[in-house]
């Protein structure tokens, strides 16, 4: 039953990407390209989540973020000492010492590999072997494949010297995929709180989804001389000049999302208790929940669990994926959710992204301190852009509960 549920929830979703599109005709020619697509992330998804080889690649990036973990352990604990292996009467430790400060660590080797050049390598053939295949333009498919890995804020320096001639097109496709993936720098502190590899499994399907969407929602095509990328020129620095840097912006990183949780969890329980007083005990992520259990259904959820998963779906969407991890995990104060085992494959696939209220301003953001007037257009399709890569978890979170 599950599967025709599953079938018929990816149709709805496919048919919400595609109704606001105005060019038929040019959605003709990419309807090849969307089936592609399609069937590249079951293939995928299948690899990933159900073949040995799948389970010994993600096995191996869990391992080796659980070692990087440990390590970062190692300069957290010479920092605060016995804070960081402080279990309160739960046995709960201390998030962001456990959970976020190793974010540091991961930021300085990215550094590192982008000063050894080797990071500038996989951007640039896994962005034009996922041009061919997704019969994007060349800047798109290397900026998707950049945006997973340096950050969707960050990615946007890669090309600030293009970035004020971007048409509203290709802005558009450009900050969806930025909002679709998410930055490696963070993917250990996402291993730390759900299963790795339904982390591994949503940041390639969404890779393939953001595309989907974007080629439904908002189908372009551009001159073949226009059609061109050069990779960025790197900012000549010592080698520990680079380290410095980013060490320091692991930080910022950290420390931005520790404020982000502390305000968010804490207008959540405010607005939750305003709720419960005013409507006999129902919390606003009860309300959310109700909303969002009909689209919890069509992603193959069973239907006793839409209210619980759709509640995680709308908190991550008006909050971040953080707030909604730590409501799914041990973390959670309540203890952690019980959920089938594709209630839990479909969540943790969606919860897996960007796509929320708060990435819409720092996506703008970015892009206008290095080009005013593109970052004032991102502004203005902000809704449409979290629409679109809402859409891609969906898609995503779809394909996984097909395949559980």
Known sequence: MHV?????????????????????????????????????????????????VGKFV??????GFKHLLSYAHAGTAFVFGGLVDFKDENGGTPFFLNVLTPIILISALIGILQFVKVLPLIIKYLGL?????????????????SSAIIGQSENFIAIKK????????????????AMSTVSMSIVGSY??????????AAIVLNLFGAFIVVSL?????????????????????????????????GAKVALTVAAMLIGFVALMALVNGLFAALFGGTTFQDVLGYVFAPLAWLTGVPWSECTTVGSLMATKLVTNEFVAMLSF????????LVL???????????????????????????????????????????LKLLYGATLVSFISATVVGLIS
């Open 4 to 52: 025709i549920v599953g079938v018929f929830g990816l149709v709805v979703f496919l048919l919400l990407a595609y109704l606001p599109t105005r060019n038929v005709a040019l959605l003709k020619k990419k309807a090849p390209y969307i089936a592609g697509m399609l069937a590249i992330q079951f293939v995928l998804g299948l690899i990933m989540l159900k073949t040995p």
């Open 162 to 177: 293009i970035l004020p001639t971007l048409s509203a097109d290709r802005l558009y496709t450009l900050s969806a995929s």
């Open 217 to 249: 929602l908002s189908p372009y095509e551009i001159e073949p001389e226009e059609d061109v990328f050069a990779a960025p020129e790197q900012k000549k620095q010592s080698f520990f000049e680079m380290l410095g840097e980013y060490i320091l912006d």
């Open 329 to 336: 995990t041990e973390q959670n104060p309540g203890g952690p």
């Open 191 to 200: 291993m730390a709180m759900i299963q790795p590899k339904y982390v591994v």
């Open 340 to 382: 089938s085992a594709r209630g839990e494959a479909i969540i943790q696939t969606f919860l897996v992204s960007f796509a929320n209220f708060s990435s819409i301003g720092i996506i703008a953001g970015a892009a206008k301190s290095l080009a005013p007037d593109q970052g004032d257009q991102i502004a203005k399709f902000g």
């Open 129 to 145: 072997a996922l041009s061919k295949i997704t019969g994007m333009p060349k800047l798109e498919s290397f900026n998707s494949v």
């Open 58 to 63: 993600i096995d191996g990036l869990s391992a």
